[in-house]
C-alpha cells in the first residue's frame, strides 16, 4: 500500500522569506503523480503544485517549487518570497497513474504560519 | 474557469436519518471521486466513480454509503443512517486524466 508521510506537523516563516515543507512516499509502483495542495482556512483543497514521476525536471508554479528525490521518495515543496495568503495547511498527495483515474493518498498535513 | 460545486455547504442531520450531498464536477470531466475530513486529520479516500459505475472504494465507504451520478450532471453521496462518526467535511472532486479538482466541501454535523 502507498504511504505519505509529512513529519513537520507545524512551519513558521516570517513573509518575504523562503520555507520548505517536506513530505516522504512509499510506493512500489514506477509511474505515478506527486502533488502539494493548500488548505486554507475556508477548507477548500486547492491544487498548487503537480510533478509527474517520469520526468526528471522539478516543477516549478510562480513562487511554489519542488524537489523531487525519486530515488529518496522525497518531494519536497519550496515556497520563495512568502506571503500572508500563503498561510494554510498544505496536503502532500500521491496517486498512481493510470488511464482509469486514481485515487489520491493524503499525508498529514503541515500548517504553515506567515509572520508579517 | 470551471469548477466543482457542492451543496449544501454544511448539513446538520439527527444520528440515524439519511443525507445526500450532491456535487456537480467539471462538466468535461471522466472520473469523480468523494473524499472527508474528519477534523484535524488528513484527506481520506472514499470511492471513485467512472462510466457510470464504482471503480475504487475504500474500507470506509460501506454498505451505509451510495454514490449515483443520476442526470449526467449531479454526483450524489447517500449516508443511509448516519452516525455521530460520519461527522466530518466531505469533498467532492473531479479528473480528466492527471490532477483532482476539489469542490468546496460540504461540513456534515451528526447530532
Known amino acids: 500500500a502507498q504511504t505519505v508521510t509529512q513529519s513537520q506537523p507545524e512551519m513558521s516563516v516570517q513573509e518575504a522569506e523562503t520555507v520548505t515543507l517536506s513530505c516522504t512516499y512509499d510506493t512500489s509502483e514506477s509511474d505515478y503523480y506527486l502533488f502539494w495542495y493548500k488548505q486554507p482556512p475556508s477548507r477548500q483543497m486547492i491544487l498548487v503544485i503537480r510533478?509527474?514521476?517520469?520526468?526528471?525536471q522539478n516543477a516549478t508554479e510562480n513562487r511554489f517549487s519542488v524537489n523531487f528525490q525519486k530515488a529518496a521518495k522525497s518531494f519536497s515543496l519550496k515556497i520563495s518570497d512568502s506571503q500572508l495568503g500563503d498561510a494554510a495547511m498544505y496536503f502532500c498527495a500521491y496517486s498512481v497513474r493510470e488511464t482509469s483515474g486514481s485515487r489520491l493518498t493524503f499525508g498529514e498535513g503541515t500548517q504553515l504560519t506567515v509572520n508579517p | 474557469e470551471p469548477e466543482v460545486t457542492q451543496t449544501p455547504s454544511h448539513q446538520v442531520t439527527q444520528m440515524g436519518q439519511e443525507v445526500i450531498l450532491r456535487c456537480v464536477p467539471i462538466s468535461n470531466h471522466l472520473y469523480f471521486y468523494w473524499y472527508r475530513q474528519i477534523l484535524g486529520q488528513k484527506v481520506e479516500f472514499l470511492v471513485s466513480f467512472y462510466n457510470n459505475e464504482i471503480s475504487e472504494k475504500s474500507e470506509i465507504f460501506d454498505d451505509q454509503f451510495s454514490v449515483e451520478r443520476p442526470d449526467g450532471s449531479n454526483f450524489t453521496l447517500k449516508i443511509r443512517s448516519t452516525k455521530l462518526e460520519d461527522s466530518a467535511m466531505y469533498f467532492c472532486?473531479?479528473?480528466?486524466?492527471?490532477?483532482?479538482?476539489f469542490g468546496q466541501g460540504t461540513r456534515l454535523t451528526v447530532v
Open positions: 472532486a473531479s479528473s480528466a486524466v492527471r490532477e483532482a479538482f
Open positions: 510533478q509527474e514521476a517520469y520526468k526528471q
